[in-house]
């Protein structure tokens, strides 16, 4: 028994396209196939819709992605009330790095994306203002938050690559037997180099940022 072709007309209409909801359909492809799959021609498959519909409202992938990121950003707790302004600051960047290690590729993306979103503008607003409350003068905030922004990136993007346990192991071996008559300074310091946790350095590498932004005059 042949089933009759079904009218247009009778299925039901699709829901209008609006940027909010390409971006959401676009965080939902990442969260489950990863940010190699949030691209225009999945996107369109997801929205049963054709690629070139999406350009009205993204004008390419980059822009997309950038989108994403400013939609994640939206999961980052504001700064706690409580607390010293280096320890409210340093709170806010580890909550925004630990979100980018949930998506490393995002974060590599993320080192050459420029997210102009609403939730982006309140990070670098809440960065420039416990700054400011620091005492840091505002062109040295302003540098500031963009040095504080790239590292912590760069810190989530290196989880970007996979499993780089065997590159680890091979830089250990090599730091450990380095010798002492042709590299003398790695031979001292070679616990040193290998030594605390990923917390622990992030943390160091945040107060040793705060600390040179707010005593190193911004050059005119």
Do not use: C
Request: proline share 6%; glycine share 6%.
């Amino acid at each position: 028994m042949s089933t009759a072709p079904r009218s247009r007309r009778a299925r039901p209409a699709k829901p209008a396209l609006t940027r909010e909801g390409i971006v959401t359909a676009a965080v939902a492809i990442l969260r489950a196939e990863g940010l190699r799959k949030v691209t225009m021609r999945r996107l369109a498959q997801e929205l049963d819709t054709g690629p070139a519909s999406l350009y009205v409202y993204v004008r390419n992938t980059d822009e997309l992605h950038a989108a994403v990121l400013d939609e994640l950003l939206g999961t980052v707790a504001p700064a706690p009330a409580e607390g010293d302004w280096r320890e409210r600051l340093e709170k806010v960047l580890t909550a925004y790095t630990a979100m980018l290690l949930q998506h490393p590729s995002l974060a590599r993306s993320a080192l050459t994306a420029w997210p102009s979103g609403p939730n982006y503008l309140r990070l670098i607003e809440t960065l420039l203002d416990l700054l400011r409350s620091g005492g840091v003068p505002r062109e040295q905030a302003a540098w500031g938050v963009d040095l504080l922004l790239q590292h912590a990136t760069a810190t989530a993007a290196e989880h970007a690559g996979g499993d780089s346990q065997g590159d680890r192991q091979a830089l250990t071996r090599a730091l450990r037997e380095a010798p002492a008559d042709t590299h003398p300074h790695i031979a001292a310091s070679a616990d040193a180099l290998l030594s605390g946790t990923p917390e622990a350095r992030l943390s160091w590498a945040f107060q040793a940022l705060i600390n040179g932004i707010e005593h190193t005059a911004v050059p005119h």
